[in-house]
T-cell receptor, first 110, second 114 residues
Framework: TQLLEQSPQFLSIQEGENLTVYCNSS?????LQWYRQEPGEGPVLLVT?????EVKKLKRLTFQFGDARKDSSLHITAAQPGDTGLYLC??????????FGTGTRLTIIP | NAGVMQNPRHLVRRRGQEARLRCSPM?????VYWYRQLPEEGLKFMVY????????ESGMPKERFSAEFPKEGPSILRIQQVVRGDSAAYFC????????????FGQGTRLTVV
């Protein structure tokens, strides 16, 4: 069984549109991180959320941690082709081991 | 301030040979994680090490795979008698440790078994 489920698995939208991707679990996490991975490269850390209900903004990206610290969402406003990539969430349950989600592969069409 | 360094970036091995993948963590980081990624998939945890200790190897195959992080030098992921199914991208990440720690990844080693 997968500890962290991400949805949708694939998403292809036009430049300028808005989108939300989700990261869900039945387990509670002490922190949750979002990464973006481009082809041929390693994942790059975007943000870490720690407090239930926390919202963090990174330019056009808005990250939210669920109140119960079991889920998270990533919202992108006015998507750009440079946003294309694999988005991964990863949770840590206090044992210092990061468990990754299944990933959402995002394609922004110019 | 160098990031996580992995080498080689690409490695080709024939079936039955050994593969050694190296990872030098970021300066000041004493925790290392290894993950495997198959094409078009997410990352699967393999092993978590601190200096000279294996903390969690629950994701490591029981045979042929081993990992170490010596007091001096890089962390090594070793795969003996490679098979075609070992072909994948192997990523290393490092962190300072502690709760809510942030992990930073290397660029990965792409292993191809022919």
């Amino acid at each position: 069984t997968q500890l962290l489920e991400q949805s949708p698995q694939f998403l292809s939208i036009q430049e300028g549109e808005n989108l939300t991707v989700y990261c869900n679990s039945s387990s509670v996490f002490s922190s949750l991180q979002w990464y973006r991975q481009e082809p041929g490269e390693g994942p790059v850390l975007l943000v870490t959320v720690v407090t239930g209900g926390e919202v963090k903004k990174l330019k056009r990206l808005t990250f939210q941690f669920g109140d119960a610290r079991k889920d998270s969402s990533l919202h992108i406003t006015a998507a750009q082709p440079g946003d294309t990539g694999l988005y991964l969430c990863a949770g840590e349950r206090g044992n210092e081991k990061l468990t990754f989600g299944t990933g959402t592969r995002l394609t922004i069409i110019p | 301030n160098a990031g996580v360094m992995q080498n080689p970036r690409h490695l080709v091995r024939r079936r039955g040979q050994e593969a050694r993948l190296r990872c030098s963590p970021m300066k000041g980081h004493s925790h290392v994680y290894w993950y495997r990624q198959l094409p078009e998939e997410g990352l699967k945890f393999m092993v978590y090490l601190q200096k000279e200790n294996i903390i969690d190897e629950s994701g490591m195959p029981k045979e042929r795979f081993s990992a170490e992080f010596p007091k001096e030098g890089p962390s090594i992921l070793r795969i003996q008698q490679v098979v075609r199914g070992d072909s994948a991208a192997y990523f290393c990440a490092s962190s300072q440790g502690g709760q809510n720690t942030e992990a930073f990844f290397g660029q990965g080693t792409r292993l191809t078994v022919v």
